[in-house]
């Protein structure tokens, strides 16, 4: 799928497995320990962190390169 | 609050959507598109999050936690890789003018009618009472908003449901299915759910920016109140060991599977789609999307608990927090935001699930009746999809009213996650694995089906109490065995993980099971080789398809599906591309291909061969057969290929041969000007001395002299173009000797010494005792030497000229430099001075030369292995300087070939 300009296949792909690592069991055991930042708890400040991170992340791999 | 406000309200916005609609469907008309752009179609995507994650999210956070995110974190991962699946289903579903998930599917599979009938059914079955609840949603809103059941509604004429389904059916008819457009997109209804999407999102926001920071102190306030309630303190953390993972799990992968298969999210993603490259930027900003829509959920359940307790229902707490705390404006936005979530879902669903209604059930059987006539059909069509719109919003109408009120419909939306993401093994499968076949794609569907159907459907109609559920706990007639909800006494798991696990199991299992076990039929391997490998072949895609038709037949069929407007421009188009008027095209392959692709646009794939087929005389195709065609397409590709890269290769020698005729015009007339200067001068003394017979002898011997020496310099001038002719040609005599090059640069400085005597000038030499010797031409080096230094002469200033030669040894080659204390060349000149003709200085100043000793010099170098160049900075005098390898390598051959 080399025909156009966009995102590696490989950058996507390893991007999506670390998503679904860190949003599963035994990693998000570590999140719900009932720990605070800020006052919130850690386990939806994490979740949500990590969602927020893969949007980012996911953005700037698109978006380089231009086009 | 009055009924009447909260009507007007709707009415109000259901005009506004009329608008939007309207509006840009006539920039659409204009060529203005609206929805041509990554923000609007992302926006779109948003028709994911219906009045069922609208209302139900604060809900399931009010009871579970952070159980609601599950339904959003799939999409986030599906999002993660949309830009090779999703791009792939895009290309796949524009090349072969597919429009719903169901002709996804038969297409990939033979174009397979049964298989067509068999996805639109399951996608009736799981979609109705998801449409249901939308339905239920918006009443359930308006209840909470005005304090009153439909206690006084008479039937349902009095029931204001009953008329948002009404107007939405028209809203679908109007902007789905105005006119029979092949590419199946509706660009009003488009832009009316990127709308919908803005207004929901806004609404949500609102909401929770007035929980948070009005109701509250900010987020942390509502979290160190709600560590007050030892049972709100809970709702935060997995609550240890018990925490379910696998459900966790399965519902992500739900979710992630549902994003792409649902029909509304095919239809926006899929069929909506105008640029596929705008899938890279939404693809990123739906989940951006989602995130938002869901940074308050958790804030407004814990702020609902805390002020309205457990009396108030979570799912409406969106509503009554805003409407019990003093802002009953805000609760009229909040609903509407509602409203859009759940209209915006009914509408894409309707349109989507008509479409595959009328074109995989409906239009199959009427063809198979033969009840259609011969005429313009395209009215026919578009009324059975209108119909079909009215059909599924009153289905979903029907079983809102008969189980509104049931068990059934608080988890349905997850139900029909599940019963769609039958369709991932055949459809994910198809698009990346060319084995999977009709027959087990089929199998599975069927089997993972059913499988659903018993162990989550039938349990959550029996826990509504319409049938009884005696067979949930104990099994049909007493087999525990086959319990839906502990199937094969698998136990552990909730009903929906339990359920996805058996219906998937059935359905790969079969689905790959089968594929193995039965070879493809020559239709489904061909199919499959243009789905799997869509990338590969753009606008050249192997035409699978011999037999002989009726270019008459073919017309006649393309108007009666097309109409006749649409069927004479597809026609035009073709006999352009051909490159032969209409009336004499030739029915071959590709014509009826494309006729095909343009019906399957209209009625679908699958009805579309049948049609094709009953019009043409087809050879039925062997597996051979296709992998022939592949073949020849392959081969023409690669004619097309070499063809357009001779065509490059012509196209540059040609460009070289022109350059090389103007380099050779430059120098015919460089060479007729240095020609012609002598010769003016040798005619015109000529003429004096002929005409003045009385001249005086001293100016007579000076005109002689002057004749003699130009004559001399013609001479030169002659051999030395000769020279470097046959030098460039290759056809110069070269006599290889062993040569000590200080010898020769001894007897080219002898040779100059009156020379320089004459200049006033100084010349040095600065040798080694001995080099090692070079293989070359001694004559050609003399030749060099001369060259270089009459130069130096010519430049050496009047008085104190200094030239000094310097050669030494390298590790692999001999350096000769030839100084000189002149002015130097300026750096413009230094690229051009080996060039023929190109003398220093300009015409007036220079001193006299032929300009072609310099090339001369290069040439012979080069011929020898070496390299000539200038060092030079302007008023330290000028370097040129030489370089000849020991052991001449690549040059090797060619010096031996010359020695002979």
Redesign the interface.
Known sequence: ?S?RR??R?QS??A??VA??VL???PL??VW???A?V????L??VA??GI??A??AI??WV??RGG? | MSPVLVLGACAGYLLVLFLVAAWSDRRAAEGRSVIDSALVYALSWGVYCTAWTYFGSVGRAATG??WF?PI??GP??A???A??VL??MVRIAHTYRITSIADFIAGRYGKSPGLAALVTLITVIGIVPYIALQLKAVEAGYIVLTGRGDEDAVGWLGDGTFYVALSLATFAIIFGTRHLDVAERHEGMVAAIAFESIVKLVAFLAVGAFVTWGLFGG??DI??RAGEVPKLAGL???GGPG?D?AQ??AM?VLSAFSVLLLPRQFQVMVVECVNE?HV??A??LF??YL?LI??FV?PIAIGGLLLLGAGGDPETFVLSLPLTQGAPGLALLAYLGGLSAATGMLIVETVAVSTMVCNDLVMPALLRLGRLGDGDLTRIILNVRRAAIVAVLMLGYLYFHVAGEAYALVSIGLISFAAVAQFAPSLLGGIYWRGGTRVGAIAGLVAGFAVWAWTLMLPSVAKSGWIADDFVAHGPFGIGLLAPEQLFGLTGLDSLTHSLFWSMLANVGLYVGLSLARAPSAREASQALLFVDV?RR?GAEPVFWRGRARLDDLRALAARFLGPARAEALFDEHAAEVGVPVPDLVADARLVDRVERQIAGAVGTASARVLVASVAQEEPLSVEDVLEILDESSQLRGYARALESATVELRDANEALKSLDELKDDFMSSVTHELRTPLTSIRALSEVMRDTPDIEPAERDEFLRIIVSETERLGRLVNQVLDLAKIESGHAEWHNTDVDLRAVIQDAARAVSELFRERGARLDLSLPDAVPTIRADADRLTQVMLNLLSNAAKFVPDVDGRVEVRLRSEADALVVEVHDNGPGVPQPDQATVFEKFRQGGDAQTRPPGTGLGLPISRQIVDHLGGRMWLESEPGRGACFAFRLPLQPGGNENELQGADS
């Open positions: 799928m025909e966009g995102p296949a996507l792909i991007l999506c998503g679904v949003f599963n069991f998000l055991a719900g320990q009932g605070t800020f006052g919130l708890p386990l939806p979740l949500f969602w927020a893969l949007i996911l953005a698109s978006e086009g | 936690g952070v995110l959003y974190l986030m991962l999002m993660l890789v830009w090779i791009r792939k987020m942390s979290w160190a935060m953390q997995l925490f993972h966790w799990f992500t490259r890279r930027r693809a990123w989940p951006a995130l869901n940074v958790l990338f753009p």
